[in-house]
């Protein structure tokens, strides 16, 4: 589950300036007040075609280095084949018409609600629809997506890939401003695609992501207010515009937001930063092998992803946010996000005593505030110690997430937690 509480991984890196100023403002005034627009920007490295793998791993994602690739995907199948009759042709010649999860509404606010139904339907009214397909690549489709070239490396394809994605819409979805645990790098098939980036190495601190248990800001994206998110107007953006056939490497963290034009679809791959890094270069190919689909890989999912204490830690950091401090409430709520709506109070309970015994490991003071300081002091054994938790809640989650069949009644819910806070305070 790419939701899942393992989303929080931060990393520093000096990037090595290769980016074009463009111009201080060219967006007609009505534009002015959307997310990256009115303010300095630049657009970032672009080659043709798909970079070769061992240099775009060395000078692209070991330096967390955005790179466009255009027309990289021009001769991949659903580049060529994925209009809707073909789709709708597979959906009929497949044996199991594949669950899709779709999206209700263009602009992402990350309530509102998640579908599941068949591809078939989706592709019959998605037209008409504010619907927004995002799923894993349905498993009829997968043998006409080419696994992208600049990651053709065993040794990447056999351990560090994480997840793959499908954006299908009839155009228009505005994403939140938002970063990701993994790197990431999405092939857009069909249509126009923008992207606002931020670099995270020079303005992690301007950008509030006041939702850290999602990794993503609240902010209007189109109609930024600047007076509550005032870090905005004093930085840098980044702006690419993506059409069919062209790709981009989104970098470990970099922050982002995401629009679609006409009829679109993308498909994005993440893989794993922290293990990337000791990947065997030897194991990439010098030849790109047109014919390796994502039919032949294997996902492993976001589970995989506190496997090394670098991303414990940097998940931790996250939550702090740009205040670099937490309380234990906070801290609670933070970990575990959305999945609290799943649990009863016993569980809640549980929860709590092992969580407040990782924030107390943490709280070296015992002031009841985690600030950045005090996670600098933290030894390995600490971090140990911390993943072990987290595997465990994630554990406890995917048992308590296999149970629930329906949910609503998300508010009552959050006030159970706020009861919940209210009675045993004092016996944290
Ligand atoms: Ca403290």
Not at 244 to 264: E, M, T
Not at 272 to 297: G, I, R
Request: proline content about 3%; aromatic content about 12%; glycine content about 6%.
């Amino acid at each position: 589950m790419y939701n899942s509480v393992l989303t929080y991984l931060f990393l520093c890196l000096t990037l090595f300036e290769l980016l074009e100023i463009v111009s201080t403002i060219d967006s007609p005034a009505d534009e002015s007040t959307k997310f990256g627009y009115g303010k300095p920007h630049h657009l970032i490295e672009e080659i043709h075609g798909f970079a070769d793998a061992k240099q775009f791993l060395q000078n692209y994602v070991f330096t967390l280095t955005p790179l466009k690739m255009t027309k990289a995907v021009t001769s991949s199948r659903a580049y060529s084949l994925w209009g809707d009759d073909y789709l709708d042709s597979m959906t009929q010649h497949s044996p199991d018409n594949d669950k899709i999860t779709v999206e209700t509404i263009k602009k992402e606010n990350r309530r509102e609600e998640v579908l599941e139904m068949d591809f078939s339907k989706f592709l019959k009214i998605y037209n008409g629809t504010e619907y927004y397909m995002v799923n894993s690549v349905p498993s009829f489709l997968r043998k006409d997506v080419t696994f992208p070239c600049s990651i053709q490396c065993e040794d990447l394809i056999r351990n560090d890939l994480v997840e793959d994605v499908m954006w299908f819409s009839s155009g228009g979805t505005k994403s939140v401003v938002h970063t990701d645990s993994v790197d990431n790098i999405i092939c857009v098939y069909r249509g126009e695609k923008t992207f606002i980036m931020i670099d995270p190495s020079l303005y992690k601190d301007q950008v509030d992501m006041d939702h850290p248990e999602g990794a993503y800001s609240g902010v209007d994206v189109d109609n930024v207010d600047y007076t509550v998110y005032p870090g905005l107007a004093e930085i840098e953006y980044y702006h690419v515009n993506l059409s069919a056939g062209d790709c981009l490497f989104i970098p470990y963290k970099w922050i982002h937001q995401v629009r679609s034009y006409n009829s679109n679809i993308a498909v994005n791959i993440w893989w794993n930063h922290h293990s990337s890094l000791n990947l065997d270069l030897t194991s990439c190919t010098s030849e790109c092998d047109p014919d390796l689909t994502l039919e032949e890989v294997q996902f492993h999912g976001f589970g995989d992803l506190i496997g090394s204490l670098a991303a414990v830690r940097d998940q931790i950091e996250g939550f702090l946010g740009i205040r670099k401090k937490t309380d234990y409430t906070r801290f609670f709520q933070l970990i575990l996000g959305g999945e609290l709506q799943f649990l009863d109070s016993a569980e809640i309970k549980d929860m709590n005593s092992t969580l407040f015994e990782m924030f107390d490991l943490l709280d070296r003071d015992k002031n009841g505030i985690v600030n950045m300081e005090e996670l600098k002091m933290a030894t390995d054994e600490d971090w140990k110690k911390v993943q072990h938790t987290l595997q465990e809640i994630d554990n406890l989650l995917d048992g308590v997430e296999g149970e629930v069949e329906e949910l609503d009644g998300g508010e009552e819910l959050d006030d159970d937690i706020n009861d919940f806070f209210t009675n045993t305070r004092d016996e944290l």
